[in-house]
Each structure stands twice: as C-alpha cells, then as structure tokens.
C-alpha cells in the first residue's frame, strides 16, 4: 500500500470529517461521511432501505483462510500484529480486494482491550485466548480497570489510515459482549460448557454482574475509539450467548451488552448484534438495542426475522461448512439463504459464524459474485 494509491472505492475521508474532538469531556460530533459511504449497499441494509444488491462480507473474512494473510503474519504474535497499525491496515483491507465484499472487519480480537488494560493473556494458536489469572471472585473483579482511548492509540491510528484507503467501503467496528469476554476470563480460556462462568453467574450475581458491569465498560470503549477514529457500523460478538436460557440471558447478561449498544445511540451508528446458537435468544439480542440482529445456519432467516419483528434487519447465515462442498451445492445454499432473506426487512449476507480456515479463498470471492449477480434489482427506467 503506497500513499498514492487510490482509494477503494469513493474518496478517502479527510481528518475534519472523520470527526473532531475539543476536550476529553465533550462529546465527539461525527460529521457525515460521504454521501457514497452513506448510500453503501451495506449501510443501506442496515437502515433497512432499498439496496441495489444484497451486500455480503464474512466473519472472520481478514484471517487464516487467506495466504497473503499467513505470509505477513509469518513470525509475528497474533496480538502484536494487532498493535501494528500498518498490519491491520493491511489484513483488513486484504479481503476487501481480493473478495469485493461490500464491508471490511476491523483487524484486531475481541481480547484487545484486555490485554490493553493489563490482563495478562496469550492467544495460543489452534487454541484461542488463555488468560494467566483468571477472574473469579469479587478481588479479581477489582483487577479490570476502565478502558480509555489512551491505552489503544494503534486502534486509533489504524482506523484512521483504513477509512481513508477504504473510501466508501464501510468499516465495521467490533468489540466481543460481556458475556463472550468473562467466559474466557472466568474460563481462564476457551471452554465448551462455560460451567464455571455459570457457576459464578448463579452462585455470586452480585460478582457477576460487577465483572459483567466492567467489561461493559470497556466493550463500549473500544467501540467508541473505533467510531470516533471513522468506522461506519459496529458489531457486538456475544458469540458464546447461545450457552444460556431465554430467561437467564435476560437476567444476566442482556442488561450489560443493552449498555454497551445504548452507550453508542448518539453516535448514530448502525449496531449489529450476533451470538452462535441464540434461536431462542434473538428476539432478545434485537431488544438489546440492536439495528442488525447476527444469525447462526440453524434457525431460517425468514423465522428469524419474524422473532426478531419488522424494525431490525438480519445478517446471515450460511453454514461456513457449506463453502468446503462442491460448487454446486455452494451455489443451492447461496440461493436458499437470499431467498429465505428477502422476507426480511433488510438482508446483510454473512456466514452464520467464522470463515474456517480451510476454505478455499476463491469459493469465497465466488460467493460474494453469486451473492450479487443473485441479489441484483433490475433498475427501473420511466417508458
Ligand atoms: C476463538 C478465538 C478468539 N480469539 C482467537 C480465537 C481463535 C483461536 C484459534 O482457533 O486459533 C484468536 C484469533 N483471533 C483472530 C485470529 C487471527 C486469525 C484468524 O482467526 O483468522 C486468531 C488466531 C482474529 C479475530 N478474532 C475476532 C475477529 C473479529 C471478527 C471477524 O473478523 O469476524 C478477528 C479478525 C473476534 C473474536 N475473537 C474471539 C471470539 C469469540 C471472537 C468473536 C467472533 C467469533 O465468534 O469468532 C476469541
């Protein structure tokens, strides 16, 4: 990437438009992007207007199914290429060339922030995140301070460069939930049933709802350090939500990830919100404060969006599993999920979780074209 080089799509956005803030105690008004970043396929979906194709990006799109991802990851921890401005840059804007998906993803991890407050954590690969001392009681609780701007500048500094090589392809910010981010530090890493963080959850709520209060917190930080620097949605990954019941989802943990999407109403921003597993939860997560509700392959997107009702749209779902089959099944499943989310009120196709990393990166690129060609509404000319 040279400074030259023009942007993706659209104009870059200049430092004034991406927002300018006075002092740390006034609130950062965010001037409007260009109009052609406003008008994206994607943000259009968000807002649930009419789009002249459905837009398509995938979980975990910047990653380890791409090989020029592997080859400038090569000999760099996972969590020191997310503090490299120049590496994030980079992996992000990775798949955005080579697939044409109509949003990129934010290079980093959901325990970013953690580590940027002094939790001690290693990602071990293959593994996931292992954390030294996990959190267990009301003591360790004390241990997670808030998250401030001044401990992500290279967050800062890489969304800067990425909206303005990104033009008006939209940049989605992400941060993981409260409830995704104590299960690894209650876990102390990744964990198949979550019984310890069940434990604590109904055995000490008044631990739990501090830990989960804090990470709230600091959720909502980062999302705001992202938006501020000019990305143009955001996510909430509450990938592991899917553990609980309706009710105890509602008790527990929907108060706290409420917060952290309420903390971000007055940026004006569209919030997606998406959990594996949460067919029963999903009329919750949108009444979370979602604009955009995330589903997994298990629960159609015409049922999904009937839960979740008329004034959210959907983001979704193919089974990643599916992209590893032939081409023609590939294609059978790419028509069944965007005949399934025209009954929705506003479709973003996705995976119903991450890209594995065995995919093929070109069945991928060959999605995004089905996605489009399929998707297409013939433009209509007066007579
Ligand atoms: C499961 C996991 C975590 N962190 C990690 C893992 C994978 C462990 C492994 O198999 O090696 C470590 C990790 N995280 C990321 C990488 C880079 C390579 C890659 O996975 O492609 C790696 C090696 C990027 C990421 N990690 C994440 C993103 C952002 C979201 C996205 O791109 O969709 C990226 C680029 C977010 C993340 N990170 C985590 C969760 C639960 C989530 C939410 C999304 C989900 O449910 O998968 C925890």
């Known amino acids: 990437m040279t400074d030259t080089a023009p942007p993706l799509g659209g104009s870059p956005r200049s430092a004034a438009e991406i927002g300018s803030q006075t002092s ?3 609130v950062t008004v965010r001037a409007p992007g260009p109009a052609e970043l406003a008008d994206s396929p994607f943000l259009r979906a968000c807002r649930r207007e009419p789009v002249p194709h459905t837009p398509v990006w995938f979980m975990r799109q910047a990653g380890r199914s791409l090989p020029e991802y592997r080859k400038v990851r090569e000999g760099i921890a996972m969590l020191d290429s997310c503090r490299r401005p120049d590496l994030v840059t980079e992996i992000t804007l990775q798949p955005v060339r080579r697939h044409h998906v109509d949003a990129a993803i934010f290079y980093s991890d959901i325990v970013v922030p953690l580590v940027a407050i002094g939790i001690g954590l290693d990602i071990v690969s293959g593994v996931g995140p292992v954390i030294d001392e ?9 241990r997670l301070r808030p998250l401030g701007p001044d401990d992500v500048p290279y967050v ?13 392809v939209p940049l989605i910010g992400f941060a993981g939930a409260p409830f995704t981010l104590a299960s690894y530090l209650v876990e102390g890493g990744p964990s198949r049933t979550h019984a310890r963080t069940k434990a604590l959850m109904y055995g000490r709520p008044d631990v739990w709802h501090a830990l989960c ?14 938006v501020d620097a000019g990305a143009s949605a955001v996510q909430l990954f509450d990938s592991w939500a899917g553990a609980l019941s309706e009710a105890d989802y509602r008790e527990y943990v929907q108060p706290h990830s409420a917060r952290v999407l309420a903390d971000l109403a007055e940026t004006g921003v569209p919030k997606i919100h998406f959990g594996v597993g949460t067919a029963e939860l999903l009329p919750a997560m949108g009444e979370a404060g979602a604009d955009v509700v995330g589903v997994d392959w298990r629960t159609p997107l015409s049922v999904a969006s009937g839960r979740i009702g008329p004034d959210k749209a959907v983001q979704g779902n193919l089974d990643p599993a599916v992209l590893l089959a032939d081409p023609h099944v590939v294609e059978q499943h790419v028509t069944r999920v965007l005949a399934d989310g025209a009954a929705a009120p506003g479709h973003i196709f996705n995976l119903g979780h991450g890209v594995l990393p065995e995919t093929d990166p070109d069945v991928l690129t060959r999605v995004v074209e089905l996605v489009h060609e399929r998707s297409a509404q013939p433009v209509t000319r007066p007579n």
Do not use: K, M, N
């Not at 267990?136 to 004390?142: N, P």
């Not at 800062?156 to 008006?168: D, I, K, M, P, Q």
């Open 134 to 142: 996990p959190i267990r009681t009301a003591a360790d609780v004390e």
């Open 156 to 168: 800062t500094e890489a969304v800067r460069s990425l909206v303005g090589e990104l033009g008006a």
């Open 24 to 26: 740390a105690q006034q």
């Open 213 to 226: 209060g804090r990470l709230a917190q600091i959720a909502s930080a980062f999302l705001r350090v992202q």
